[in-house]
């Protein structure tokens, strides 16, 4: 199943007594990107979080935000605070209130909800373990790994529309092909005979050159190509593991037998299917973007 690179998950839970929240945005990346963003105290499994999310996400920007919803009781014993810090706080808050003219009360709690006024003690206090934290993740990784499979089966669903489009294309080309060999030789011909203004024909000489003619333009190595690639668009659409790449270089090579189709298409109906083609293939390509 392809899955798009774009989805969010999170995820809480119990934690060393307190509560742990774990949040995974993701967005499109060449490559398996990581931006974790963890308390102090958690910094340390880093490593264990990286080698984790590796084995949900094959490629992607992946933000992770870890944070406490609910502080370890044993590890918030000890509250500083910054007295100075509160002051300033307090000091800006009756400002704040002059200059809007607002009533009420400048309490202690209002004070002390303020960012950085009261801190919690905790160097060297808390230790928790990776087994204690992997179980949020996993949680938070599935959810989010359930939103990139809804979007990517869209993006495949709009793929396999494209694909198909394509051989639409594709097998009106190849029906068209012999009948434009044929109108090539009688032209071929035709020319032919007025430049030797009622001379006898060299039969052999013009059969090589219709030959050699047909050759030239002969397209039936690239539209066998062309559905050989075809056909595995539609495998990897099918397949379960990460097909983004795989399908931006299958793209590549389809774009490759259209534009050699169009080289040597020397008709208008097919010169026509080529662009039409084209811009199916443009399209194709940036469904591909969001594909992992």
Same mark, same amino acid.
């Given at each position: 199943?392809?899955?798009?690179?774009?989805?969010?998950?999170?995820?809480?839970?119990?934690?060393?007594?307190?509560?742990?929240?774990?949040?995974?945005?993701?967005?499109?990346?060449?490559?398996?990107?990581?931006?974790?963003?963890?308390?102090?105290?958690?910094?340390?499994?880093?490593?264990?979080?990286?080698?984790?999310?590796?084995?949900?996400?094959?490629?992607?920007?992946?933000?992770?935000?870890?944070?406490?919803?609910?502080?370890?009781?044993?590890?918030?014993?000890?509250?500083?605070?910054?007295?100075?810090?509160?002051?300033?706080?307090?000091?800006?808050?009756? /400002? +704040?209130?002059?200059?809007?003219?607002?009533?009420? $009360?400048?309490?202690?709690?209002?004070? %002390? @909800?303020? =960012? *950085?006024? !009261?801190?919690?003690?905790?160097?060297?206090?808390?230790?928790?373990?990776?087994?204690?934290?992997?179980?949020?993740?996993?949680?938070?990784?599935?959810?989010?790994?359930?939103?990139?499979?809804?979007?990517?089966?869209?993006?495949?669903? /709009? +793929?396999?529309?494209?694909?198909?489009?394509?051989? $639409?294309?594709?097998?009106?080309?190849? %029906? @068209?092909? =012999? *009948?434009? !060999?044929?109108?090539?030789?009688?032209?071929?011909?035709?020319?032919?005979?007025?430049?030797?203004?009622?001379?006898?024909?060299?039969?052999?000489?013009?059969?090589?050159?219709?030959?050699?003619?047909?050759?030239?333009?002969?397209?039936? /190595?690239?539209?066998?190509?062309?559905?050989?690639?075809?056909?595995?668009?539609?495998?990897?659409?099918?397949?379960?593991?990460?097909?983004?790449?795989?399908?931006?270089?299958?793209?590549?090579?389809?774009?490759?037998?259209?534009?050699?189709?169009?080289?040597?298409?020397?008709?208008?109906?097919?010169?026509?299917?080529?662009?039409?083609?084209?811009?199916?293939?443009?399209?194709?390509?940036?469904?591909?973007?969001?594909?992992?």
């Amino acid at each position: 199943m392809p899955y798009s690179m774009t989805g969010f998950g999170a995820a809480e839970g119990p934690v060393a007594g307190g509560r742990l929240r774990v949040e995974i945005r993701t967005v499109n990346h060449r490559h398996f990107n990581l931006s974790p963003k963890l308390p102090a105290d958690l910094s340390a499994l880093e490593p264990e979080l990286r080698d984790r999310l590796r084995k949900e996400f094959d490629r992607g920007h992946i933000a992770v935000q870890v944070r406490w919803s609910e502080y370890p009781a044993r590890a918030a014993s000890g509250v500083g605070v910054d007295l100075e810090r509160a002051r300033l706080v307090a000091g800006r808050l009756r /400002e +704040l209130q002059s200059a809007l003219g607002l009533g009420g $009360e400048i309490t202690v709690e209002m004070v %002390a @909800r303020q =960012p *950085e006024v !009261l801190t919690a003690n905790t160097e060297g206090d808390l230790e928790v373990a990776w087994a204690e934290v992997e179980p949020v993740v996993g949680q938070a990784a599935a959810e989010c790994r359930a939103m990139r499979a809804r979007e990517g089966e869209a993006i495949a669903s /709009e +793929l396999r529309h494209r694909a198909a489009a394509l051989d $639409e294309f594709v097998e009106r080309i190849a %029906a @068209r092909a =012999p *009948e434009r !060999l044929v109108r090539e030789r009688d032209r071929l011909r035709a020319a032919v005979g007025q430049l030797l203004d009622g001379r006898q024909v060299d039969e052999s000489r013009l059969a090589q050159e219709i030959a050699f003619q047909a050759d030239r333009l002969d397209i039936t /190595e690239e539209l066998m190509r062309f559905r050989t690639h075809i056909a595995a668009v539609r495998e990897a659409l099918e397949s379960e593991r990460p097909a983004g790449k795989q399908l931006g270089f299958l793209a590549q090579e389809l774009g490759r037998e259209v534009n050699t189709i169009g080289s040597k298409a020397n008709d208008a109906d097919i010169a026509q299917h080529v662009i039409a083609m084209k811009g199916e293939l443009e399209k194709f390509r940036e469904q591909l973007e969001n594909l992992e």
